[in-house]
């Protein structure tokens, strides 16, 4: 009777522990699981290939860099001929949680926005046409699109559609603050806990919940107090066209917060402790004590998790029916297929 009672408590617990996790308003981050491994394996390297933009110079990477976080640590990230990017760039992990892509929502799933930068004159600075072109040049990539897609036809749909399997497998999992809400007490600080506890309270949850911690809904930007800036960008509005959804904008994952500095749309803020003030003034109409805001920020530090351990691709050559870079604008050879004489 009692090894009985001894299994009925355990069973017990599971279930309690299962209830509290599942009454949470976030979600743990899950390991992912790779089921078309070729198919990222060809996407990684799309997403590091400098040869996608016009100069040959800019990736996927440069401004989603993986060494950082999944961003570039800029206000605004640096373009085509060294132009000013007009918003802040968003992080790569755990993208896929996200309801749409872009501050303002415009892409509906990451193959929609791996299309969006190639062809933007303040991005990549190049055409979808272009791009295929240059990837088709290369007999090693014909051969991955035919192992991966089931012929050597390379499009702007195929290319993004690998890109998008990479950037899905870009997750973060095991956080102190996945572990804590997995049963491991002892995984984040008293402060981080206190901070938790706060950031329900205070409402933060209210936008910022689910697994990634945000992006899964819209929220106007200076909510309760206008937010001052000098960033052009103007959120939902440029996608809908309805006045209601002007300073609109995705709500962002707080996944690795500590990592995607600097902060909002605009990049303004390069520190939490400011960040977390600014929200609470302007989202929720309230002032937090210095003690809050260590709390939170320690809350806020307890959701970084594993980075994912990239291999770096080794890409294939260019040969002399790929279109030469174009990286400075005033170089009016540089658009010509490299010679094959210089590839002799």
Not at 10 to 38: L, M, N, R, W
Request: charged content about 20%; overall charge neutral; some cysteine.
């Amino acid at each position: 009777m009692t090894k009985l009672t001894s299994i009925a408590i355990f069973i017990a617990g599971i279930f309690a522990s299962a209830h509290a996790i599942s009454a949470e308003p976030i979600e743990v981050i899950k390991a992912v699981k790779v089921t078309e491994p070729e198919k990222v394996e060809l996407g990684k390297m799309l997403f590091f290939e400098p040869r996608l933009s016009k100069s040959g110079y800019i990736s996927c990477n440069s401004c989603h860099n993986l060494a950082t976080g999944g961003v570039d640590a800029l206000p605004t990230s640096v373009g085509h001929n060294w132009q000013q990017g007009p918003i802040n760039s968003p992080t790569v992990l755990n993208a896929n949680y996200m309801l749409a892509q872009f501050w303002d929502g415009r892409a509906s799933d990451l193959q929609a926005q791996a299309a969006g930068p190639i062809e933007n004159p303040k991005e990549m600075g190049y055409s979808h046409a272009l791009a295929t072109q240059t990837i088709a040049s290369m007999p090693a990539y014909r051969a991955h699109f035919a192992k991966v897609y089931g012929d050597e036809n390379i499009t702007i749909d195929r290319l993004t559609d690998a890109i998008a399997a990479f950037e899905k497998t870009l997750v973060t999992p095991n956080s102190p603050f996945d572990q804590y809400l997995s049963g491991k007490q002892d995984a984040i600080s008293m402060e981080a806990k206190a901070g938790y506890q706060l950031f329900k309270s205070k409402g933060c949850v209210s936008c910022h919940n689910g697994p990634a911690v945000g992006g899964t809904m819209y929220m106007k930007m200076g909510l309760i107090k206008p937010f001052h800036t000098n960033n052009p960008a103007e959120g939902r509005i440029a996608v809908t066209g309805k006045e209601a959804d002007k300073f609109v904008f995705k709500v962002p994952t707080l996944r690795n917060i500590e990592l995607t500095y600097p902060y909002f749309h605009d990049g303004s803020v390069w520190t939490l402790k400011e960040a977390v003030n600014t929200m609470a003034d302007i989202q929720l109409g309230q002032k937090l004590s210095d003690k809050e805001n260590l709390e939170m920020v320690a809350f806020l530090v307890s959701l970084t998790g594993d980075q994912p351990q990239i291999t770096l691709p080794i890409l294939p050559p260019s040969n002399k029916n790929t279109p030469r870079p174009v990286p400075f604008s005033h170089d009016p050879m540089s658009s010509k297929p490299v010679s094959s004489e210089l590839l002799k």
